[in-house]
């Protein structure tokens, strides 16, 4: 057996409760789709094919979307990461204008790049406090829409990773009077449908919805859906993408685990366990606001119009997230999702049982006794991340990646003009996206970001203490050189 499969195999026999991806929480036996080598076929006669869907997989597509209520849905073997890419080359030409909450996840950026698109930016207001990005407004949308007729698609992340929702239903009535798509990329709210406290996006009006299905239902990690609900999307071209970006031999286990998955959730079994996965994560909640120095954050706190309460996103007074999540992982062997500096996010689903609840309520409420007055630290409010900082965005990212660069000591390249991207993985967010200034404030985000043990991706060697930026001065760069919100195009 290979060195991974025993890595994996062992870690699945120690006593750890996972509020990470995917959904199923490996909880075989309640999601088992039995032997995936027994299972796993390609294209053979009576089994259909992806791309071009005529059998069993058109039906088992159909019914996806009536369960949906979308006019088609289309499933995913290699992530929503493939379905924001089909989604926004479907909508916006080469070279055109995207409308784009800067909270994007980065393969949002990578259809912005290989698509040569000018990305507009929405920029979601700050959750108080806690150092996030909340909800994208209504009023910002149409107010950017009326300045920019160019404008071919808008794109919102919702539910964001932390869970926090934006006025869909008002985002496309804006956008639909303009006669412009709005695509939403619903990573992480592949519930939402099975789930009454939260408005689906395709119930909406949004035109394509991407759900990572892996992420927050029992379903197989990389199984995702996309749904076209739309007049304004050509549907031929949208599929001519996602046979581009999707492998040409798509995995019958995972589309196997897809249908099983939305079969499982819109029947009497899904129905009847979501009920009782939802009430007991009433008083898991419940129990965690209760607590003196460990805050949970709640729905209201987030200005958006809904919050996904299967998101627990928890803080310690005067404790980085880092420390939060090293304690819950190594004193209580449970395996959170994230952390970043301020708070840790553990995600919840359907397969947790009540024992996974109560292990992770008691260990909180066992690091709550235990917090002492000296672990306040100084009263500082958490920073806004580096979203925030609206760097000026100078060229394309698809052409900026295109100059030449050269490398940069990080001691002098504030000023000069990114030509990479600069993230940390999860959430994926970029802090710099290629084309970007960078500016002093970039910087130590960055710097941060690496002191508090966060790994910068993106630049080749950030660690060594260098970034590449583009060759060219601004001033050799010619009149098409700026751009920024209106005056982008001069
Ligand atoms: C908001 C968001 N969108 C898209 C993605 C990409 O999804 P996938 O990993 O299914 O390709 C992620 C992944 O973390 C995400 O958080």
């Known amino acids: 057996m290979s060195k991974l499969y025993e890595r994996l195999a062992a870690y699945g026999n120690l006593n750890v409760s996972p509020f990470h991806m995917p959904g199923h929480k490996r909880k075989s036996g309640r999601f088992s789709l039995g032997d995936p080598f027994a299972i796993d076929i390609t294209e053979i006669d009576g089994f259909d094919n992806l791309h071009h869907a005529c059998g069993i997989l058109k039906e088992a597509m159909e019914e996806a979307a009536a369960v949906y209520g979308a006019q088609k849905s289309y ?16 909508c916006v030409p080469q070279g055109g204008t995207l409308l784009v909450a800067r909270n994007c996840h980065k393969s949002v950026y990578h259809a912005i790049a290989l698509r040569g698109l000018f990305p507009l930016y929405l920029w979601p207001d700050p959750v108080p ?3 996030m990005n909340g909800a994208v407004k209504p009023e910002e ?28 239903r008002r985002i496309c009535e804006t956008a639909h009077r303009q006669r412009v798509p709005v695509i939403v990329d619903a990573a992480p709210g592949a519930h939402f449908s099975f789930w ?15 759900e990572s299905l892996h992420k927050t239902l029992p379903s197989l990690t990389q199984t995702a859906i996309l749904h076209k609900n739309s007049s304004f999307v050509e549907e031929k071209l949208l599929e001519w993408y996602l046979q581009v970006y999707q492998t040409s031999s798509p995995s019958y286990v995972l589309m ?29 909640r419940q129990r965690i606001s209760g607590l003196s120095h460990i805050r949970l954050l709640s729905g209201e706190e987030t200005g958006g119009i809904f919050y996904d309460d299967s998101r627990l996103v928890v803080r310690a007074e005067g404790w980085s997230g880092r420390q939060l999540y090293d304690s819950l992982r190594l004193r209580y062997g449970i395996q959170p999702e994230m952390c970043t500096e301020n708070y840790v996010i553990l995600m919840t689903s359907v397969a947790d049982g009540p024992e996974d609840f109560l292990r992770l309520s008691d260990a909180l409420a066992e690091l709550d006794r235990k917090w002492k007055e000296k672990d306040r630290g100084p009263a500082e409010e958490a920073d806004g991340p580096a979203g925030f900082l609206k760097p000026q965005t100078v060229l394309r990212p698809g052409e900026a990646m295109e100059k030449k660069m050269l490398s940069c000591s990080l001691e002098v390249c504030e000023g000069r003009v990114s030509g990479e991207f600069a993230y940390v993985y999860p959430p994926g967010i970029p802090v710099l996206v290629p084309g970007e200034r960078i500016t002093a404030e970039v910087l130590k985000i960055l710097k941060g970001y690496e002191e508090g043990g966060f790994e910068v991706l993106g630049p080749e060697n950030f660690a060594g203490g260098e970034m590449l930026v583009i060759e060219e001065e601004e001033s050799e760069l010619g009149k098409n050189f700026l751009y920024n919100g209106k005056e982008r195009f001069r």
């Open 75 to 90: 499933f995913l073997v290699n992530g929503s990461s493939c379905g924001i890419l089909a989604a926004v080359s479907a």
């Open 129 to 131: 406090g806690w150092g």
């Open 141 to 168: 949308v149409e107010e950017a829409l009326l300045a920019n007729p160019d404008v071919k698609a808008v794109l919102i992340t919702s539910p964001t990773y932390e869970g926090i929702c934006s006025d869909l």
């Open 196 to 210: 009454e406290i939260c408005e689906a996006a395709v119930s909406c009006g949004a035109d394509l919805v991407i």
């Open 256 to 284: 196997a685990s897809v249908d099983s998955c939305i079969s499982y959730m819109a029947g009497k079994q899904g129905k009847g366990d979501m009920e009782v996965y939802v009430s007991e994560l009433g008083r898991l």
